[in-house]
Every structure is written in structure tokens, then in C-alpha cells.
């Protein structure tokens, strides 16, 4: 709908978060900024944005656009980190278990890491990275 009603990509990116879909945009800023610091960590992170559109398609409502992008992951490794969620191509969540658990017994005890691994810290995005993990942040 939104490519054949468009005729460039910001036009198009533009109506389908008008139209509540998230928009993941890989190529933005953060992410070139996060891949000059060579860390394994900002190069897992996934970026995007999202609008807030009506539930009821035939309601003009007011949308609002969140285009912030965040700052690259801070360089301390034991700075904790929310996480809303693991992305591996082919992998499950049994998968995540296992290598998160890989990752958690390789750091010492100071990284405050809980059991689903949506509180990690930067030492343990690192691993996961090392692992082909992408992360989500909150």
C-alpha cells in the first residue's frame, strides 16, 4: 500500500509508521556513530522508530513521532543495560538461554545480569554480539 502510494523511501518510511508499523531504519546516524567506537556491543544494537497511529482507521488522530536517535552504549562494560529483546537469525529461545548462560558464567559477579536476560550490561551485549546476537534496547 504505502510503496505504491509513495514515491521516495522517507515518503514511504513515513506512511507506514503513520500507519503503526515499526520502521526499522539500520542505516541510521546512531548506528554509524555506534560502528566507528568498534565495539561489538553498539554494532548488535538494533535501532528503530515507531509512531503511535489510531486504533480506528476512520478517526483523524494526532500521531507522535519518536525519531530520537540514542547515543551509542557506554563504554563501561559494567554499566547495566535494559533489554527488550534477542534477535539471531534461526535461533530460539532455547538458544538464548544457553548462550546467554555461556556469556553470564564468563563474566565475574559484578555484572547485575537477571534470568531472561532483559537486564544485562554492556559486557554481556559483548558476548552475546560475539554470539551473532542482536539486541533491542529499552
Not at 531504519?25 to 489510531?54: C, F, Q, R
Amino acid at each position: 500500500m504505502c510503496a505504491a502510494s509513495t514515491n521516495t523511501e522517507a515518503q514511504t518510511k513515513k506512511c507506514l509508521k503513520e500507519n503503526g508499523w515499526i520502521v526499522l531504519d539500520l542505516d541510521n546516524k546512531a548506528n554509524e556513530e555506534a560502528a566507528k567506537t568498534g565495539s561489538p556491543a553498539n554494532k548488535a544494537v538494533i535501532h528503530g522508530s515507531y509512531t503511535k497511529s489510531s486504533p480506528d482507521q476512520f478517526i483523524a488522530e494526532k500521531t507522535t513521532d519518536t525519531e530520537i536517535e540514542p547515543a551509542p552504549l557506554p563504554a563501561d562494560p559494567l554499566q547495566p543495560v535494559g533489554v527488550s529483546s534477542w534477535w539471531k537469525a534461526g535461533a530460539g529461545p532455547d538458544q538464548l538461554l544457553a548462550e546467554g548462560q555461556v556469556c553470564k558464567e564468563g563474566l565475574s559477579k559484578e555484572h547485575p545480569i537477571n534470568g531472561n536476560f532483559s537486564q544485562v550490561t554492556v559486557g554481556f551485549i559483548e558476548c552475546m554480539a560475539e554470539k551473532g546476537w542482536k539486541v533491542w534496547l529499552k
